[in-house]
């Protein structure tokens, strides 16, 4: 058989078996090889069947992917400050994990760790609350109660004092203030509300199934509020029936994990601004990312030792937070790559400008809203 006769027979075999085993893609349409296990395309398997394991399966890999990059990446994080954000931007990006993708797997973590204390905490609250609103009230009774004293069992207390003044060493500005008690009108003391309102107007309207806009007039609300005026009343009159402060507690612990995709870009822009001429802002998101996902490990690790290990002192806690300032300080050296001093300084108005300025303007933004959607 000559080269002429072999080529030709082999290209009509070629085409025959590609028209016979000719296949598309289920996901883009792309026309796939017989001997294709997954598509050029879009990679997805070639004639994959749906079951309840490859379901599972399929939404842990793309929510919670996490493979041997992780482990390659875990220990750096730790314990290289600036190692990974620096192989990153330098280039090497499928050798370690991706910075937003270890920020969501360890954030996950860290929140479900967090979930445990969360619980007790705001069940706490709501005991102690609920406590101190029964003490108040018994002191409240107890004193409203009691007999109160008239003017001449008033003077009969201060009598003899005024016959003593000079046994006793009391000068005449010491005696003049004595004297003066018996001059204040006794009477009822009025305890009666630990609220701004009259409970007791409020407890009728709300017993005989008032309209809330009824009850949010008497509370002292004005005829032309507006939305944000109607919806504080509307959360403090939620609060006053329910007299249950750990729902507004949990609200706020639900409003961090959103804080935080704000704070960590705000926490980028900051650095940018130190460090104008040292690459984009994406450069220094990267950094946040992997700076913000060392801040939960460490924190994870802490809360996991304290939940089934060992309740570790709170000075020993506090000297874990404060290590986060020297790893930042040694990751902004190591990925900025100035010198010891000027990182130190650098890294001390980073934090200072976050934690003074930045971050008690979020807490307050978050106690706010955790108010006013609780």
């Not at 890999?61 to 990153?88: C, E, M, T």
């Not at 270890?102 to 929140?111: D, E, I, K, P, R």
């Not at 507004?248 to 926490?267: K, N, R």
């Not at 900051?270 to 802002?281: C, Q």
Request: with cysteine.
């Amino acid at each position: 058989m000559n080269i002429d006769e072999y080529s030709i027979k082999y290209y009509f075999y070629e085409n025959e078996l590609t028209i016979m085993s000719h296949t598309t893609c289920k996901n883009c349409g792309t026309e796939l090889k017989s001997y294709f296990k997954h598509c050029p395309e879009c990679g997805q398997k070639v004639d994959e069947d749906l079951t309840l394991g490859l379901l599972f399966n399929n939404t842990i890999s793309n929510y919670f992917s996490v493979d041997a990059r992780f482990f390659r990446s875990f220990v750096p994080l730790l314990f290289k400050p600036g190692f990974l954000a620096k192989q990153f931007v330098s280039g090497k990006r499928l050798t370690y994990l991706h910075p937003a993708q270890m920020y969501l797997f360890v954030s996950v973590v860290f929140f479900f760790l967090f979930s445990f204390v969360e619980r007790d905490t705001t069940q706490s609250f709501d005991k102690a609350l609920q406590k101190n609103l029964n003490d108040f009230k018994a002191v409240s009774k107890t004193i409203q109660d009691a007999k109160p004293l008239d003017s001449s069992e008033v003077e009969n207390i201060v009598k003899p004092f005024k016959e003593n003044q000079k046994a006793l060493g009391i000068s005449d500005e010491k005696m003049r203030q004595i004297d003066s008690l018996s001059q204040i009108p006794q009477g009822k003391a009025d305890l009666d509300t630990d609220f701004t309102f009259n409970q007791k107007t409020i407890d009728s309207l709300i017993a005989a199934g008032a309209r809330d806009e009824v009850i949010y007039n008497e509370m002292g609300m004005a005829p032309d509020a507006g939305w944000f005026s109607k919806k504080f009343y509307s959360q403090m009159l939620k609060f006053y029936k329910t007299r249950s402060g750990g729902s507004i507690l949990q609200a706020f612990y639900d409003s961090i994990p959103i804080a935080l995709f704000v704070l960590l870009p705000i926490f980028a822009l900051i650095l940018k601004l130190f460090y104008l001429k040292r690459g984009r802002y994406a450069h220094h998101l990267v950094f946040g990312f992997y700076f913000f996902s060392f801040l939960f490990a460490l924190f994870g690790v802490d809360l996991l030792v304290n939940l089934f290990v060992y309740d570790i002192p709170n000075s020993l806690d506090w000297l874990i937070a404060l290590s986060s300032f020297f790893y930042l300080w040694l990751a902004i050296r190591n990925f900025y790559r100035q010198g010891w001093f000027v990182s130190f300084f650098k890294s001390g108005m980073v934090s200072f400008v976050f934690l003074l300025l930045v971050l008690p303007f979020a807490l307050v933004v978050m106690a706010l809203t955790a108010f006013l959607m609780y």
